[in-house]
């Protein structure tokens, strides 16, 4: 199991020395608000993404976690130009697609791909599988060898449904095998990058993961970067080389997997991680921490740090001075964290702790 879960790590490291598949910095997406009578205006603004900063390397998988509504979704939206950005910049393979009209965007649509979460209204139900994984071909002019219906016939074995229902419709499929046939669409182009947008969280656990071992399986033969969003931090755990710990609309922490689940910074992240289901070998249960209060809007979120409100080692600066997400003494190399007063490794009888006593034990296996 050790070498299942360590490989990637190792083959995302020497990927990024090369240069970035994907840069994102201050990246916003502001939903105005209109009011008034008999002339409406704008009166506010809905703040899903405001200030985001993301960095992807060619065949890496990074995940995106945070509570429902804390932007996530919005981001790879975003990233794939299916909402134009307020502010900020998106860079892909080197060029500036922030504001590209639909002419420039063309060359990279069949480049950046996306899974949709809900795999039952994701698919138009008037059309077979074989027309609706045929189509991103039709579009893009692209004529593979063999012709594009054995092209989907491959397609359909890859993702391991049968060839031969090529003709058959999605009411006729289970919602895994419907997750699938959207997986298959997105590899139909063959991109470089396919932003998962919680592929799995309208599925059965059992599906869930056979759903995830197709996209880690599919990532590991063709090399393809996944930004993958979820809220479940075991799956993002089980899939992610590196993970981005999101709350309204900014990120508050990066960092390798291993280094975030084991010795998270932000007491945010260590919040979330609390939560988690843990099975132990004695019983114990890990102490778990319960946030005070609601998530603030994201109309008016609080000032300086947005956490703050919610944070038990908040203090005055904490109001008036956003951290920036930086790299902290005694964090590892890549680990960023925005926070003034971040956590620190808990020690006991002269040994450090670490939250996931599995992933510590497939470390010290390691060495």
């Known amino acids: 199991m050790s070498e299942n879960?360590?490989?990637?790590?190792?083959?995302?490291?020497?990927?990024?020395?090369?240069?970035?598949?994907?840069?994102?910095?201050?990246?916003?997406k502001h939903f105005p608000i209109y009011g008034g009578f008999p002339f409406k205006r704008q009166v506010g603004a809905v703040k899903a993404v405001d200030g985001v900063d993301l960095t992807m390397?060619?065949?890496?998988s990074l995940g995106l976690v945070g509570e429902s509504g804390c932007g996530k979704s919005t981001t790879g939206r975003l990233i794939t130009r299916l909402?134009?950005?307020?502010?900020g910049t998106i860079e892909y393979a080197g060029q500036?697609?922030?504001?590209?009209?639909r002419k420039q965007l063309a060359p990279i649509r069949s480049e950046i791909q996306m899974i949709f979460q809900d795999p039952y209204s994701s698919l138009n139900p008037r059309q077979t599988v074989g027309t609706i994984i045929k189509s991103p071909m039709e579009v893009n002019g692209i004529n593979p060898p063999g012709g594009r219906e054995n092209r989907v016939r491959e397609l359909l074995e890859?993702?391991?449904?049968?060839?031969e229902h090529y003709n058959r419709f999605p009411h006729e499929f289970s919602g895994g095998q419907r997750q699938r046939i959207g997986v298959a669409r997105a590899l139909a182009l063959q991109p470089k990058l396919i932003v998962a947008d919680e592929p799995v969280s309208a599925l059965d656990v059992s599906i869930q993961a056979q759903v995830v071992n197709l996209l880690q399986k599919v990532q590991e033969e063709m090399g393809i970067a996944?930004?993958?969003?979820?809220?479940d931090l075991a799956v993002v755990?089980?899939?992610?080389?590196?993970?981005?710990?999101?709350?309204?609309?900014?990120?508050?922490e990066v960092a390798d997997r291993d280094s975030l689940y084991n010795r998270p910074r932000h007491p945010y992240?260590?919040?979330l991680l609390s939560a988690v289901p843990e099975a132990t070998v004695d019983g114990s249960q890990r102490e778990r921490i319960r946030l005070a209060g609601d998530v603030p809007s994201p109309i008016n979120p609080p000032t300086g740090c947005r956490f703050r409100t919610r944070c038990w080692k908040a203090q005055e600066k904490c109001a008036t001075d956003e951290p920036p997400l930086v790299q902290l003494s005694g964090s590892t190399e890549g680990h960023l964290t925005a926070c003034h007063f971040p956590e620190e490794p808990t020690i006991k009888g002269g040994k450090e702790v670490v939250l996931d006593p599995a992933l510590a034990s497939l470390e010290s296996d390691s060495k």
Not at 57 to 60: A, K, M, R
Not at 96 to 101: G, L, M, P, R
Not at 158 to 163: D, F, R
Request: net charge positive.
């Open 158 to 163: 890859t993702v391991g449904l049968n060839p």
């Open 226 to 231: 996944f930004l993958f969003i979820a809220h």
């Open 237 to 252: 755990r089980h899939f992610s080389q590196r993970v981005a710990v999101m709350y309204l609309g900014k990120v508050m």
């Open 269 to 271: 992240t260590h919040a």
């Open 83 to 87: 909402l134009e950005p307020t502010g």
């Open 57 to 60: 390397y060619p065949g890496e």
């Open 5 to 28: 879960v360590t490989l990637p790590q190792q083959q995302g490291a020497k990927q990024q020395q090369g240069e970035p598949l994907l840069k994102v910095e201050g990246l916003q």
């Open 96 to 101: 500036d697609i922030t504001h590209a009209k």
